[in-house]
C-alpha cells in the first residue's frame, strides 16, 4: 500500500484479469494517482471492463503488440506529460 501512495503515477498492465491489480488501482484511485492501463491487442471487449473505464484518476488506456511497440507507446505517452 505505501508504495503505491507515494507513486506519482501508477502503470497497470491489465491484460488478465487479477483481483490484485483490481486492488491496486483502487488504492491509486483513493490516492488520486494517476493511471495507465497496459492492455494486449488482442483483448477483445477490455473497453466493456466498467471498473477500469469508470476510473476518475485514468489517464489512457495504452493497447499494444509487444514490448517494442509497448515501449514505443508508452515512452511516447511519458514525452507527452
Request: glycine share 4%; charged share 30%.
Amino acid at each position: 500500500y505505501e508504495s503505491i501512495k507515494d507513486c506519482d503515477l501508477f502503470i497497470a498492465e491489465c491484460s488478465t484479469p487479477s483481483h490484485g491489480v483490481g486492488m491496486e488501482l483502487q488504492m491509486g484511485q483513493e490516492n488520486n494517482i494517476p493511471v495507465i492501463v497496459l492492455v494486449k491487442e488482442e483483448i477483445e471487449n477490455f473497453e466493456k471492463s466498467t471498473m477500469i473505464m469508470g476510473l476518475p484518476n485514468l489517464k489512457t488506456i495504452i493497447r499494444y503488440k509487444d514490448y517494442d511497440d509497448l515501449y514505443e507507446k508508452l515512452n511516447e505517452e511519458l514525452s507527452a506529460s
